[in-house]
């Protein structure tokens, strides 16, 4: 398999500047990736730049009917594309089915909203200078999105950028994560055939020098970034004056209060927490528990761990897979090294295989230890007790991070008040902190992220209000 930048309407190969693409279960090269140079990054710019005015002209109605042929084709080679993935993440084939399945919705949902960029009509006769005006908004393309990607959900998260921004009326430049060019190149090649104008998007493989390239050139009017902390703050500083929409990480918070259903809640937090090798970042992390009830959710949720199956990611029964790559791996074990240095126990995992590490559950690991304090990005679950709810909200909110919390309690006026309390951009009652709706607004604050996600609401995002005003003349 080939993995390759597209500029302005051509595949491009550079022998001289390629990357063998492995397995990270198997260890076998599965492909080749061809990366850009400065000069095909500006050609990609100048190629986007060039196409805007064509993808804005195109009539909602059309575009709206390529995004639900790009989604019938994505239908169609669900099985193609997950396998994909499963090959080039390690990530177990039932979750990349379902992702699949996510991002054809995503795309679905993109179609349906490029129909429904309203404005309003605003009287002017609010205002005695205004008795004989009126106006109207309309949504009008910014021109041309900068989409920039992760590796951990390779295609949705880029049907959760290219859907909205086309849907908009919107160029894009696509740069995807450097493990997942494969999935992006495949993707790619069907929004073409579903008739996405040829110019009007353009990927370029890369790493951090083309990101710079692409995200400080003033052609460009927005950034569409999912990743982590500090090349955020890299993207900000290069940034200029346009619009960035950041959707960062987390250290996602559960909490299990003394009078939930803990049979429930240890499972949905062990099935949440280890999916896709905890490489999500609203993957559940920091469970806190009641005192009350702690030594039994956590015999229960280390039963339920202990039944999940590690291998093979392309078995339809395997559980947990391999992590993106060893060096990522060998991250993991230090962070559950230094918990255990600072107190932590090990109560079960905490072994590694190459770029496989055994689903981890650390109990009471101090506040200020990495896998508490930072984003984990791996399958590593701490369970930490607490006394009151207040206690356990201050736990959640004293983190530099924002993004999803989940409470499980039967008490109602509890569960309100948990989630006013927090400070985090969705919070999710009766369930785990990984849960999404793709159709639902995402994001979080501090530094989870600026901008919400979600075919809708990142179309407000990719898009500006224009204003034309009518004056009556007598």
Known sequence: MLAQSYVNGKWLENEDNSLSIYNPYTKEEIGKQFQASEADVENAIASAYAAKK????????ERAATLKKAAQLLEERKEQFAKIISQELGKPLRYTLDEVTRSVETLELSAEEAKRLFGETLPGDTSSRGTKAIAATFRVPVGVVAAITPFNAPLN???????????????????????????ATEFVKLLLE????????????GRRDAVQQIVKDDRVNV?????????????????????????LGGNASTIVHEDADIARAAKMCARTGYSNSGQSCISVQRVYVHESVISEFTRLFKEEVEALKVGDPLLPDTDVGSMVDEANAKRIMDWIDEAVSMGAEVLSGGQRDGAIVKPTVLLRPPHHSKVVCDEVFGPIVSVIPYKTIEEAIEATNNSEFGLQAGIFTNQMDLAYKFAQALEVGGVVINGTSNFRLDHWPYGGVKYSGIGREGPRYAIEEMTEMKMIVYQIVD
């Open 54 to 61: 064509e993808v804005a002209s195109i009539p909602a109605h």
């Open 157 to 183: 998260l880029v049907a959760h950028k290219i859907g909205p921004a086309f849907a908009g009326g919107n160029s894009v430049i696509l740069k995807p994560a450097t493990p997942a060019t494969l999935i």
């Open 194 to 205: 579903a008739g996405f104008p040829k110019t009007s998007i353009n990927m370029v493989l």
């Open 223 to 247: 950034i569409s970034f999912t990743g982590g902390l500090v090349a955020s703050k890299n993207i900000c500083q290069l940034a200029g004056i346009k619009k960035v929409l950041l959707e």
